[in-house]
């Protein structure tokens, strides 16, 4: 499976690598992307299996990417990983069509619990 990691933090984008491969998501293809726009290349030209966005990032915040995504028919499976959270945020992510909202700082175990039944 192709991961596309897009954060503008290296260091969270090095983070959410390191929480996958402890959560036993090792062995996966994984593409990283430093702001919403390079996100949303990146969806075209690496076709990822799954998308782990942050939300605020320059260019594009992670949920205009979802949104272009969407308007254009790809499919992809997208989610959050964001250090803010409200119920505005969540419900857009989710009318947006995300399949997650998981929320800074996260363990190996809230990542295999949301990303076993995706990744399988």
Request: hydrophobic share 45%; charged share 30%.
């Amino acid at each position: 499976m192709k991961i596309l990691i897009a954060d503008d933090s290296r260091v969270m984008r090095q983070i959410v690598t390191r929480t996958l491969r402890q959560a036993g998501f090792d062995g996966h293809d994984l593409v990283e992307a430093a702001d919403g726009r390079q996100a949303f290349d990146k969806v075209a030209e690496e076709k990822p299996d799954l998308v782990i966005s942050d939300w605020n990032m320059p260019e594009m915040t992670g949920v205009e990417v979802l949104r272009a995504l969407r308007a254009g028919g790809n499919e992809v499976k997208f989610g959050f990983v964001t250090s803010e959270c409200t119920q505005e945020m969540q419900e857009q992510a989710e009318a947006a069509g995300a399949l997650f909202f998981i929320i800074k700082p996260f363990t190996a175990e809230r990542f295999a619990e949301v990303f076993t039944p995706i990744i399988g």
